[in-house]
T-cell receptor
Framework: RKEVEQDPGPFNVPEGATVAFNCTYS??????FFWYRQDCRKEPKLLMS???SGNEDGRFTAQLNRASQYISLLIRDSKLSDSATYLC?????????????FGQGTTLQVKP | ETGVTQSPTHLIKTRGQQVTLRCSSQ?????VSWYQQALGQGPQFIFQ???????GRGNFPPRFSGLQFPNYSSELNVNALELDDSALYLC??????????????FGPGTRLTVL
């Protein structure tokens, strides 16, 4: 089993739609989680952090279910500019050994 | 912009050759991590450098090696290139210190093609 698993999609949605991405992780000891956004042929950029049950930032909501080892990202009122790949990330280790474990990424295409 | 720079932006090599990729970390950051991202996949951790020493390594063979310099910049070296080494190589800088997680800021990457 992969350490971090995501449905690669693609998810094709119309503007204004609500879309949700799921991610499962294998390490039950993980304490923090992240969603990164990656535009085509660009570097990943941090979108949201999740340290407890969830986090909300405008149209974006991330939720964490520790019992099921499951993280989700909800995007409301999708915009064309939301088209990107969304990477679920789980840090491994702490302090000096903080490597990031990435999922495969979920591709979102928002259509006019 | 994150302030992390990488060079070159693109590179084409042939099998068996050697390559060196470079990364300058963001000002004030003392840790550099390298990742390999194959097409259609998420980035995979190669290794991390802190205080000029390797500080954690992923599942990559010894022909992947690196250096960190006193100014915290870093190099990734790959010997005996293979076709499967074709990927986007990302460097990320961060601060190692207090706290359980220190955000990593990514550079724009070097796209390596091995023919």
């Amino acid at each position: 089993r992969k350490e971090v698993e995501q449905d690669p999609g693609p998810f094709n949605v119309p503007e204004g739609a609500t879309v949700a991405f799921n991610c499962t992780y294998s390490n039950s000891a993980s304490q923090s989680f992240f969603w990164y956004r990656q535009d085509c042929r660009k570097e990943p950029k941090l979108l949201m952090s999740v340290y407890s049950s969830g986090n909300e930032d405008g149209r974006f909501t991330a939720q964490l279910n520790r019992a099921s080892q499951y993280i989700s990202l909800l995007i409301r009122d999708s915009k064309l500019s939301d088209s990107a790949t969304y990477l679920c990330v789980v840090p491994h280790g702490s302090g000096n050994t903080g490597k990031l474990i990435f999922g495969q990424g979920t591709t979102l295409q928002v259509k006019p | 912009e994150t302030g992390v720079t990488q060079s070159p932006t693109h590179l084409i090599k042939t099998r068996g050759q050697q390559v060196t990729l470079r990364c300058s970390s963001q000002s004030g950051h003392n840790t550099v991590s390298w990742y390999q991202q194959a097409l259609g996949q998420g980035p995979q951790f190669i290794f991390q450098y802190y205080r000029e020493e390797e500080n954690g390594r992923g599942n990559f063979p010894p022909r992947f090696s690196g250096l960190q310099f006193p100014n915290y910049s870093s190099e990734l070296n790959v010997n005996a290139l293979e076709l499967d080494d074709s990927a986007l190589y990302l460097c990320a800088s961060s601060v190692t210190g207090t706290g359980t997680y220190n955000e990593q800021f990514f550079g724009p990457g070097t796209r390596l093609t091995v023919l």
